[in-house]
Every structure is written in structure tokens, then in C-alpha cells.
């Protein structure tokens, strides 16, 4: 029999629950697209950009950048780079890392990367029909131990490697330190390997420094270095990045940007160029933001008896791993997204057993909110299970 009363309650509930739903939009600590603006000066460079006669621009990208790009390198890490042969201008960090990649498996060189990794190398690599050969890298893991592994893919034939190393690393926000930078140029030194190094969050730094091996001349034959205004500049939709390293290597990146690209737009070159000329405390201002956001979500998650923090010292991302018996990350997620809140799992990064939190995307309140609802959800699931 139908039951007029249990249906209406039934409609009543959804009703109030499509209620809260609008009213609590979900929280995004999934993304990694940053929620501030680019600086005023690359804006006002656009408007102007507007005006002026655009046509085709050199291939390697606009010389003016390319020399700005070449003086910052040589003020930060005290190497020179030579803006006419050894600094490209690329379509993002993505282009940039494809070109190199193509470079290096042409040179049929394996590609060594570290696992949990940016989902984008193992997309690019397979579509390469590279193979995707991979070393544990991060927060808890000594660099000693991560070498000790690339060692062993490479001791076990007579193949060629270039290594991916990124630091500031997505998703764990591990900063290699000086000394284990140190480590890896002495690796390298005897052996025939490339580095690629992405330094995409290299600015996001809130403990340590970015120390590369562009601070150490010897090893300057054997590293590219991929970065972008992504991150830094919030210029991700601008698609703007570049990549420098020694003219044997950029020479050949440049014949496979040249054969994709034929050069790039000259707007956002003319914007990057705004923006690496902006004043430093358009960056000082973003990390402020950032740091108070990070040590919030920290000492919330501390006390939740859920996660296994590691924090590491850069990047918009935290790493822990998930304490919750019984439960795995892939459920905890969902359950999370439905409370309100988005995170990623880690196998989306290669890694069982963690999540990835992102504090790019959302502001100090909408953190708060979700980390109150984030303890809701764990402590129904500890009780549940006593
Ligand atoms: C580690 C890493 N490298 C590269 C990129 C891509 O950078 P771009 O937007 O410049 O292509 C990202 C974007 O999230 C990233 O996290």
C-alpha cells in the first residue's frame, strides 16, 4: 500500500539534504591549480601586448625573456646559461618535459621516475611506448635509498638512463637538501645518465632552499632543468614554461619544440617577462598565504589519529598516509567526497595507502570547513568500528 506519510518524510529528508548540499558546496583540496592571481604587472603587460603588431616569434621564444630567464638562473644558482643556445621557451612545463623526453628516449635512454609521481610523466612516457621504470622518492625515504635503487636498475644491463628527479616534489613536498644534492652529482659524475630535473614549485618552499644542481658546475653537462609560471605566477592557463640546460641537449629539445610548435604565442612570453620582472614580494605574499593554510591543515590532521603526517618542505601538497584499518584510501575518498570534501587518492599518484590534500585551490575558511568535516567522518569511522 502506498504511504502517503513515509513518502512525504522520504521527500522531506532529500529535500533537506539538497538544501545542505547547496549551501555546502564541496571543498576542493584536490587540485593543484592555484586560487590567487597572477601579478598585476602581467595583466597590464597583456593589455598592452594587445596593441602591438603580433606576429611569428623566434622559435626558442623571445630573446628578451630568454636573457631575463638566463640572469635569474645565474643570480639564484651562480651558473650561466646562454640565452641563445642552452634557454628555450616552451608550451608550459608539460612541452617542456615531452620534448626532453623525446630527446632522451631517441637516445634510447630508459627513464628512471620517482614513485609517487605526477600522474603526467607516466601519461607522457606510455605514449611515448617509453617504459616506466620507477625509484621511491619522498618525505620518508633517505635520497641514499632512493640512489641505492636507481643504482640497481642501472647495474642490471648495458642500457642508457636519464633520471626525473623532482624537487619541490608532487605530490609529498620532499625538498632535496644540499647534501643529497651533493649525492646526486657525484652519482652522476661517473655514470653515462641525464638529469631532468622538474622545478615547477621551486618558489614554494617554506623550510630549507632550492638548492639544484645548477648550483654546481660539474654538473652541468648532465642536467636540464623543466620550470614553468604555473605555480609560481599562477599562470597555468597562460600555458608558459621553459628549459634550460647544456646546447647539446637544448639543441635537440629545440628541433622537437620547433617541429610541434613553430614558436609560441607571443602574449604570454611578453606576460612571463612581466612577471619575473614584478617586485619579490608578489611571491613573499603567496607564501604567507600558503604557510598559514599548510600549518592549519597540520595541526588539524595531527590530532585526527587518522594520518601518518610526513610533511615535507615545499609544494601546495601534503602526502599522509592513511591509518584507518579496514578501510582503503580509494573508500575514504569517496566517503570524504560524500561529506563535502575532495581529495585525491595516492594510487592516482603510483602510491597505495595515502592521500594527497592540496591547499592551492581553497582559502583559509573553506579549509577549516573541511577539515572540520574531514574529523567528523574519521571519528564516526573509529567509532563505528569500537
Ligand atoms: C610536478 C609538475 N610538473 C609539471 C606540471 C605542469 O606544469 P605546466 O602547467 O607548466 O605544464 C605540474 C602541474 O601540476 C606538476 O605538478
Wanted: net charge positive; proline share 5%.
Amino acid at each position: 500500500m502506498f504511504n502517503l506519510r513515509k513518502t512525504r518524510r522520504t521527500l522531506r529528508k532529500l529535500f533537506r539534504k539538497a538544501r545542505e548540499l547547496v549551501e555546502q558546496p564541496i571543498v576542493d583540496l584536490a587540485s593543484g591549480i592555484p586560487n590567487y592571481k597572477p601579478p598585476r604587472e602581467v595583466l597590464d603587460a597583456v593589455s598592452k601586448a594587445f596593441n602591438m603588431d603580433l606576429c611569428y616569434t623566434s622559435p626558442r621564444g623571445l630573446l628578451d625573456l630568454r636573457e631575463k630567464l638566463s640572469e635569474k638562473i645565474e643570480d639564484e644558482h651562480g651558473i650561466y646559461y646562454d640565452p641563445d643556445n642552452e634557454v628555450l621557451i616552451t608550451h608550459g612545463a608539460s612541452e617542456a618535459l615531452y620534448s626532453a623526453l623525446v630527446v632522451m628516449l631517441k637516445d634510447s635512454r630508459k627513464i628512471l621516475v620517482p614513485t609517487p609521481h605526477y600522474p603526467f610523466y607516466k601519461h607522457q612516457i606510455l605514449s611515448l611506448r617509453g617504459k616506466l621504470l620507477t625509484y621511491p622518492f619522498g618525505t620518508n625515504i633517505p635520497f641514499s635509498k632512493s640512489l641505492a635503487y636507481i643504482e640497481k636498475h642501472m647495474s642490471s644491463g648495458r642500457d642508457k638512463y636519464a633520471i626525473l628527479i623532482n624537487s619541490p616534489h608532487n605530490p609529498t613536498g620532499k625538498v632535496l637538501s644540499r647534501k643529497e644534492v651533493e649525492e646526486l652529482s657525484e652519482f652522476i659524475e661517473e655514470r653515462d645518465v641525464i638529469v631532468i630535473w622538474d622545478e615547477v614549485y621551486e618558489k614554494i618552499i617554506f623550510e630549507g632552499e632550492h638548492y639544484t644542481l645548477a648550483n654546481i658546475q660539474e654538473s652541468k653537462s648532465k642536467v636540464v632543468f623543466i620550470n614553468s609560471f604555473s605555480k609560481t605566477y599562477a599562470m597555468h592557463g597562460w600555458r608558459i614554461g621553459f628549459i634550460y640546460g647544456p646546447s647539446r641537449i637544448i639543441d635537440e629539445v629545440f628541433k622537437i619544440h620547433k617541429a610541434i610548435t613553430l614558436g609560441l604565442n607571443p602574449i604570454p612570453q611578453l606576460a612571463a617577462l612581466a612577471a619575473l620582472n614584478t617586485n619579490k614580494k608578489y611571491i613573499e605574499n603567496i607564501l604567507n598565504i600558503l604557510r598559514k593554510r599548510r600549518n592549519t591543515i597540520l595541526s588539524r590532521l595531527k590530532r585526527m589519529e587518522a594520518f601518518d603526517l610526513a610533511k615535507g618542505q615545499g609544494t601546495f601538497f601534503l602526502f599522509p598516509k592513511l591509518k584507518l584499518p579496514g578501510m582503503s584510501c580509494e573508500e575514504f575518498v569517496k566517503v570524504l567526497q560524500n561529506n563535502g570534501v575532495k581529495v585525491l587518492p595516492g594510487k592516482a599518484f603510483n602510491e597505495e595507502g595515502y592521500v594527497r590534500i592540496s591547499f592551492a585551490h581553497a582559502g583559509l575558511d573553506e579549509i577549516e570547513q573541511a577539515l572540520g568535516r574531514i574529523e567528523n567522518v574519521v571519528t564516526k569511522i573509529i567509532k563505528s568500528r569500537q
